[in-house]
């Protein structure tokens, strides 16, 4: 029952501490901001915090709510979050998810112009807007490609007859106005017609997306029947472009950002189609976010969950943590303690690298996990020695005397006590937590739990405690017996010690109604009155005292069994619980019994008659009884009987 009890004492305090747990969560914004625009449909979130246990997150908002770590909010609104677990006291945040899809305003300087193989556009179609800095102008030809013009305002010179799209794109947002215009011709004919297409985008990125391949398709006069050439101008080529036949190639590797004219040739007619286009770099690798709830592992805090995070999508990650293997996760790490080496204020040192497969561009960020999880110096100590339990000190008082082992080198702070988490020995000792002291009353191997508040971590330390408690033996064999009578009136007594005689002290206690005559603090003292002796006899090293007991009889000389009578008389039977039978021989002769106790003090006699006689020792203590026989006042046989 005890022990039922201790554990459940246990288990609540225990409960109580970790239901106080502190806890504190950071939101990480992994998107490029937390509105909802016209390219970002969800702003993406991730809520971590310094417990090593499992805590759940609640967003929720006016209108919706979402649960988890990593959480998209595609509805805007303000959301308060919180973080809970058995263990740990809630708490919350607030956020803002706001909303930004308004699409800009876009002005063009004309929406049509008439041009032919001798005639030119009368000028550019000049675009505009109200985004200032923000502002994207993208042309979008009929036959393929665009021009893209990062500016508040922009030109563009198609000589190519079509439908022409401008758009204005907010550069923060992702919102888009768009407007056509158009090339016309005067009289039909003369353009010859081709398409643009590139075999990876018109993107230049990294590795194998460092150069792209455009071409030029399809390419018929207008109306058919003749032949065409091809010529690319640009950042890459001459802008000169040669008369007469172009070149029949209409293929062209590109590894150089900028603007250039596709150009296809009516080899009968010479005249031109020409579009514009414009290849993009991009050799940025993703934008990478590393959330680290905590740099610092310890014992309290043994393992965090790190996330790899990055605003673009299609990025993959691989990880390198230098005190394991190679391993890749989609874009988190679970980063643990070494628990290998204690000493060492380095978990870990990890590599992370994001490749935006699109461009196959890197980024790689390197960081140290460290760590502290030195274990306290525990100790246990007492007053006194040696640690045992003893009649005079029956409790031994133990100190928690642990101490930090966290070295002034390392940097960490350790101005917080070593606690005495859990003091805990053999029943019927009760365990006791964050004690200084325990107080030891049963002997036996002793543990204590020492808890460094300045990392959480834990070391024991053991001690035994000894059963001191020497008791002296005092008359291992029984009672000692001695014997007055009317010769011998007086008798020293004395008690059977085992083992040493010294380190001892006496004392005697007298029966009632007699004395001791000599010093009863001494071993041996003179009797002269029959009785029960007590001695007290004390071990002064252990201060544990033992009683003992000395028998003073009336000595009664017994008679021997004398075989030549020993027909004549019979007791049966013997042993038995108090009533006995004696036989007397039939001779007629008159005789009488007298019947004494072991210590010699007579108890009563009756007249024997011939044959049986029942000897009634019904209400005598059980013991051995002694049977004497007289004949004419005279004993002349005994016998003893034994009462159980």
């Known amino acids: 029952m005890r022990r039922f009890i201790a554990g459940i004492f246990l288990f609540l305090f225990s409960f109580f501490l970790k239901a106080q747990t502190p806890f504190a969560f950071t939101i990480y914004t992994i998107s490029p901001t937390t509105s909802i625009t016209c390219t970002q449909s969800a702003v993406n979130l991730i809520a971590a915090g310094n417990h090593s246990a499992l805590v759940n997150y609640i967003w929720q908002g006016q209108s919706a709510a979402y649960s988890g770590s990593n959480v998209s909010i595609a509805v805007p609104g303000i959301y308060t ?11 919350s945040k607030v956020l803002t998810v ?82 056509t215009f158009t090339l016309a011709i005067a009289a039909p004919g003369g353009f010859p017609t081709f398409h643009l297409q590139a075999a990876n985008g018109y993107t230049l990125g990294c590795g194998a997306s460092s150069m792209i391949t455009v071409s030029l398709v399809n390419g018929n006069t207008n109306p058919p029947g003749s032949t065409v050439s091809y010529t690319l101008i640009g950042p890459q080529t001459s802008t000169t472009v040669i008369s007469g036949t172009l070149s029949s190639s209409s293929i062209y590797t590109l590894n150089l950002a900028g603007t250039y004219t596709a150009i296809t040739k009516d080899n009968t007619t010479s005249c031109e189609t ?11 690798g993703p934008r990478l976010s590393i959330i680290i709830p905590g740099q610092v592992l310890t014992c309290r805090l043994p393992t965090i969950q790190i996330f790899a995070e990055s605003a673009e999508a299609n990025v993959s990650y691989s990880w390198i943590g230098q005190a394991s293997s190679s391993y890749t996760f989609v874009n988190n790490v679970l980063a643990t303690v070494n628990m290998a080496n204690t000493q060492n204020t380095v978990a870990n040192i990890y590599t992370i690298t994001a490749k935006n497969d699109d461009n196959q561009c890197v980024t790689d960020s390197t ?69 200084t002291t325990y107080s030891v009353f049963t002997s036996g191997i002793f543990t204590l739990e020492a808890l460094d508040q300045n990392n959480g971590c834990k070391s024991y330390d053991t001690i035994a405690v000894f059963d001191g408690k020497v008791y002296p033996e005092v008359n291992p064999q029984g009672a000692l017996k001695f014997c007055i009578n009317s010769t011998v009136t007086s008798v020293p007594i004395y008690p059977l010690i085992s083992g040493s005689v010294t380190n001892y002290n006496y004392y005697w206690t007298a029966p009632p109604s007699t004395s001791l005559s000599g010093n009863v603090t001494t071993p041996t003292v003179n ?24 028998i ?93």
Do not use: M
């Not at 876009?106 to 200032?132: D, E, H, K, R």
């Not at 020409?274 to 940025?284: G, I, S």
């Open 367 to 435: 960081f140290t996990i460290y760590q502290n999880i030195f274990p306290p110096d525990a100790l246990i100590t007492h007053q006194g020695f040696p640690n045992a339990l003893t009649c005079l000190s029956p409790t031994i008082v133990l100190s928690n005397q642990s101490t930090t082992g966290i070295p002034p080198a390392s940097g960490y702070p350790s101005n917080l006590p070593v606690e005495g988490a859990l003091w805990s020995g053999p029943l019927p000792q009760i365990p006791a937590t964050f004690s």
């Open 552 to 644: 003073v009889a009336n000595c009664i000389t017994d008679l021997e069994e004398n075989e030549d009578y020993a027909h004549q008389f019979f007791v049966y039977p013997n042993p038995g619980n108090g009533v006995f039978t004696l036989t007397n021989s039939k001779d007629g002769k008159e005789r009488q019994v007298k019947i004494y106790n072991a210590l010699g003090v007579f108890i009563k006699e009756q007249t024997l008659v011939s044959g049986e006689n029942l000897l009634d020792l019904g209400n005598e203590k059980n013991g051995i009884f002694v049977v004497r026989i007289f004949e004419k006042g005279i004993p002349f046989y005994s016998l003893k009987l034994l009462k159980n």
């Open 527 to 550: 009797a002269s009155a029959t009785g029960i002796y007590t001695i007290a006899v004390t071990n002064t090293t252990s201060g544990c005292a033992s009683i003992g007991q000395v």
């Open 274 to 284: 020409r579009v514009a286009f414009t290849v993009l770099q991009n050799t940025a």
């Open 98 to 179: 706001n909303l930004n899809t308004v699409a800009p305003i876009s002005f063009l300087s004309a929406v049509s112009q008439v041009i032919s193989c001798s005639t030119a556009p009368t000028g550019p179609f000049s675009a505009s807007g109200n985004l200032g800095i923000n502002a994207l102008h993208q042309f979008i030809s009929p036959y393929g490609g665009i021009v893209s013009v990062t500016a508040p305002t922009a030109n563009y010179n198609p000589l190519a007859p079509g439908n022409y799209t401008h758009v204005l794109v907010n550069t923060q947002t992702g919102c888009k106005t768009s407007k």
């Open 81 to 91: 979050v919180t973080a809970f677990n058995a263990d740990i006291v809630s708490s």
